[in-house]
């Protein structure tokens, strides 16, 4: 049964950097064909698409957001973890991670995500 | 504003069917696989549909999907109360490398 969770700070303040932790089970980042994403959501809004990370260690970015964002993956914890640094109050979301496998179908889609952090970002 | 278009709510009575449309262009949904997802109040983005057409184990035909050039449609029969919901298309985008949701779709049934 593959399970995913997200942890970190639920506040943060503007210009600080955000980390967060997506702790998965019942599968490998490392098993061919895996992937992690994150997705989040401001309150209220539509999903919005942040990163993708596979177990090639090859990585997608949103392109509005390239050059806030870091994936990275540590097999051995079975997490992958999100930076986004600069927060800004518009960043306040409810931040999802999601699995991915390829075999799963040919297009990108997360057929299993985590129950989402609410993270604010405010002085 | 989204690169995918939902319309912002549908209705229908129970029983009924409804169908939830998703335009995009030549660079997604033209040339892309569509998923959809629903989202019930206060929780997680649940996987309906993938690869255009096809159901995760688990989700009953009640719900479909096709494709036609560049637009998706969902559809849900048979609608329960249970399925109010939020409803998001998404689709890889070709020339933006990204992953991308539509607007997203309130579903009420009356």
């Known amino acids: 049964q593959i399970t995913l969770k997200e942890s970190g700070p639920t506040l943060v303040k503007p210009t600080q950097t955000l980390t967060l932790t997506c702790t998965f089970s019942g599968f490998s980042i490392s098993a061919t064909g895996v992937a992690v994403g994150w997705n989040r959501q401001p309150p209220g809004r539509a999903l919005e698409w942040l990163a993708l990370?596979?177990?090639?260690?090859?990585?997608h970015y949103s392109p509005s957001l390239k050059s806030r964002l870091t994936i990275t993956k540590d097999t051995s914890k079975n997490q992958v973890v999100l930076t986004m640094t600069n927060m800004d109050p518009v960043d306040t979301a409810t931040y999802y991670c999601?699995?991915?496998?390829?075999?799963?179908?040919?297009?990108?889609?997360?057929?299993?995500w985590g129950q989402g952090i609410l993270v604010t970002a405010s002085s | 504003q989204s690169v995918l278009t939902q319309p912002p709510s549908v209705s229908a009575a129970p029983g009924q069917k409804v169908t939830i449309s998703c335009s995009g262009s030549?660079?997604?949904?033209?040339?892309?696989?569509v998923s959809w997802y629903r989202q019930l109040p206060g929780t997680a983005p649940q996987l309906l549909i993938y690869d255009d057409n096809k159901r995760p184990s688990g989700i009953p035909d009640r719900f479909s999907g096709s494709k036609s050039g560049t637009s998706a449609t969902l559809g849900i029969t048979g609608l329960q109360t249970g399925d109010e919901a939020e409803y998001y298309c998404g689709t890889w985008d070709t020339s933006l490398r990204a992953l991308l949701f539509g607007g997203g779709t309130e579903l009420t049934v009356l």
């Open positions: 030549t660079s997604n949904i033209g040339n892309n696989y």
């Open positions: 990370i596979y177990w090639d260690d090859d990585k």
């Open positions: 999601a699995h991915r496998h390829t075999s799963l179908g040919r297009g990108v889609m997360f057929d299993r």
